[in-house]
Structure formats: C-alpha cells, structure tokens
C-alpha cells in the first residue's frame, strides 16, 4: 500500500467510529437473538467471533463519531430487520427514516470529500438540455425543478479489479460521493452486495427508501468473508415520491427461470400528483449469450407491460400504451445492434431512450457507458441505457459523459471513480397533457 493510501487509511479509521469506548464489531451488529431467520438472514448474519476486514475497517477504538459512523455502526438486533426487507409488503421500520442523527446530504458529501482528499478529484460532468446545451441545473426556473423527478442509473457496486484500486473501505465514500453529488430522486443500482451494511442505512438517514432482490445464485457467495448475495437495488425520495406498489421480478427465458432479476416499483409524485413506474434490471453478461440476454428482455417486457396496465384494462398488451409511464434502468450487457435493444427500441410500450439526447440528432447512443482494460483487450462501449415512456415524459437534462482525457489511461475503474460504469443522470418532467 502505497503512503497516499496509507494515511487515507488512517483517515478513514478515525472516521469509522464507534461512540463506545468499547467497539463492537459489524459482525455482531448483524446478529439478533432470534433464533428463526430467513435463509437471506442466515447468509448475512455468522455468530463467528472472527470479524471480516470491512467489519474491522468500520470499527474504531475512538470515540469521536461522524455522521457517516453512526449510521454505519448500530448496535440494534439488525437480523430481525433483514427477514422484513425480503417483502415489500412488509417493508422494516428503519426504511425510510426521516430524522435520523447527522442525515444531512451536504454534511455526509462533505465527509466524503474530506474521506477522499488523498485520491485524485473526481470526474467532472455537465448537464445537457436538448437544444439548449450545456446549462447549470442549479439555475434553471425554481418552478421548472420542482416539478422535475431525476433518476440515476448509478454505478456498479460490485466488479472484479485491482484491490488496491477499489479497497471497499475506501471505495464506498467513491459510490457515496457520486450519489450526493447529483441527489437523484429515484437511484437505480445493479450488482450490489453491500444493501444492508452500508446502502439501505446511510440512503434511509437521507430520507430515501429502497427495495433489494437478490440474485438466487449469486457469485458473491462464493467469496470468503462475503456480505451476502448481490442483486438490483432501487431508492426513492420520499419527500418528492410515495410507494404504490414493489415487486421483485426474476427474469425467464423460454419460460425457464434465470439468475438475473428485476426491482419494478410504482410511485406517486407528490408534485404532479402522477403515478410512474420504474425498473431496474441487469441483464446476462458476455458475448454468446445474446439469445438469453433477448428472451429475459422479453420477459421484462411482458412484466411491465401486466403491471403497469390498470385493474380491468385490457387483457392483451400488444399495442397498447401503458396506463402508468415507465423509466426502466439498468446495464442490458447489450450493444444498441443487439436484439434486446432492438426489442425495448420497437415495444409497443413506445419507449425511448433518453441517453440519445446527446447526440446532435437525437438518435444515436453516446460513445461509450463503460470503459475499461480486460486481459482480452480494451473495451470501450455503450451497455447501460435508461428508457423511459415517451408519450408521458420530457428529457430535461442529460448529464453528460467524460472525455477520454477526463478517464485517464489506465480507464475505469480508477482511484477517482469506483465503476467500470459510468453513472447515467437523467431529469424528467411529465408532459403536459399528461398532468390532469
């Protein structure tokens, strides 16, 4: 470890607190005194008096605490918590938590900033208006924002890269600091494995809410020491959003079920008053599986398709507009030539993606979403899209992709972004025949 990592190091563990003199490890705050729990829990909770290296790094002998530290160390009985997370319906009472010590979203950027100030700055991006170009959103009409619902389809939580790189103890305040910075009303994340211990705490202290679908094999576990199985994670703000509805999809192909999933949740803006729909999924990764990567777009699409249609509506979908407009996000692991893309582009639930905004014509997908070095070469591409409902909804903003000099040589993941991924930030406001 090299000494600029080596005092962020010691920086982060004067950071990471607990306000007991005498520390508990996370590994036991993840233990309840139940005896039943839910084979989710029995992944997540060990009664080992061995900690992991993340519950090591979260615990400090200190007793100065942060904003971030507290939220990251609880002494509660989480287990019991962890068995109500798997149903939507019966959603935990620390979700969404209004009041919380510390939950300032400036106040925990600033952390994050002070967390990472050994690292170079991050990626700085700006935010396109179609036909207008580059513009500051913070001073665009008050009244326009406030109606505007933004969305994120964010960085990947979990990738295999260099560890000195994406050590999680420094790489977390990376994936936080990204999140503050734009403050999406509605975050969409694939590949997380850290949901309990670090997301659902720290975004609930903000004042977001969230729903997490594991995968049923996920590689996670087959790592030592792991915080159980990775999956798709949506967020939403409950000050701009109410739950309607959350279901956790797992995706088929030919009828026969897969390992990737789906989080689609209904909301209500408390502005307009309009319900929307949002999803977030993660399609099969690699090329030689495009007929999978097909079939489970497929079998998205008929989901949202049962879903978003109103309670007596019609029974075929086919050609028919959904009653309930739809934002769909996620990484399809799919170039736009490939027939999944082309199956969302051409859906009679008439989407579009917003992602073209940035291209002079309005019909092209950027450049590249992800950027990166394998052992088989370089591989610059456009994999993640966010599609959305285009007889409902208005692109408002696009933020904007890094250049190459902004990403560097070595490309991403990097010591100033946490991804091979870039995050996608959109802002959308419903039209206005559309606001009744």
Known sequence: MGSGASRLYSSLAQT????????????????????????????LVSTSTTTTPLAQTLVSTSTTTTPLAQTLVSTSTTTTLLAHHQDPQHPSPSQGCHSPPGGHPLELLREC?????????????????????????EEVDNDATQRTIRVMQAIKCFVNCPLEALNWAERKYLILEEILTYRPHILCLQEV?????????????????????????????????????????????????????????????????????????????????RRL???????????????????????????????????????????????TPLLVCGDFNAVPSEDVYQRFASSPLILDSAYKQLSRDGLSEPAYTTWKIRPTGECCTTLDYIWYS???????????????????????????????????????????????
């Open 16 to 43: 990471l607190v607990s306000t007991s003199t005498t520390t508990t490890p996370l590994a036991q705050t993840l233990v309840s005194t139940s005896t039943t729990t839910t084979p989710l829990a029995q992944t």
């Open 113 to 137: 900033e002070e967390a990472l100030r050994d690292r170079p700055p991050r990626l700085l991006r700006a935010f396109i208006c179609p036909g207008e170009g580059e513009v500051d959103r």
């Open 193 to 273: 494995d850290h949901y309990y211990d670090t997301f659902q705490p720290i975004l609930a202290s903000l004042g977001y809410r969230g729903n997490f679908c594991p995968k049923p094999w996920s590689p996670c576990l087959d790592v030592e020491g792991n915080n159980g199985p990775d999956g798709c994670a949506l967020f939403y703000d409950e000050a701009r959003l109410d739950l309607v509805d959350s279901v956790n999809v797992r995706l088929c192909a030919l009828f026969t079920p897969t390992n990737q999933v789906a989080v689609v949740t209904t909301l209500r803006c408390r502005v307009t008053g």
């Open 277 to 323: 729909c949002v999803a977030v999924t993660h399609l099969k990764a690699r090329s030689g599986w495009e007929c999978l990567r097909s079939a489970q777009g497929s079998d998205l699409l008929r989901n949202l398709a049962t879903l978003t249609q109103s309670p007596g509506g019609p029974s075929d979908p086919i050609g028919v507009a959904p009653d």
């Open 390 to 436: 285009r007889e409902a909804f208005s692109v408002d903003a696009v933020l904007d992709m890094p250049t190459e000099e902004q990403i560097g040589p070595n490309r991403l993941p990097s010591y100033s972004y946490p991804s091979d991924h870039l995050s996608l930030v959109c802002d959308f406001s419903f039209k206005k025949q559309q606001e009744e």
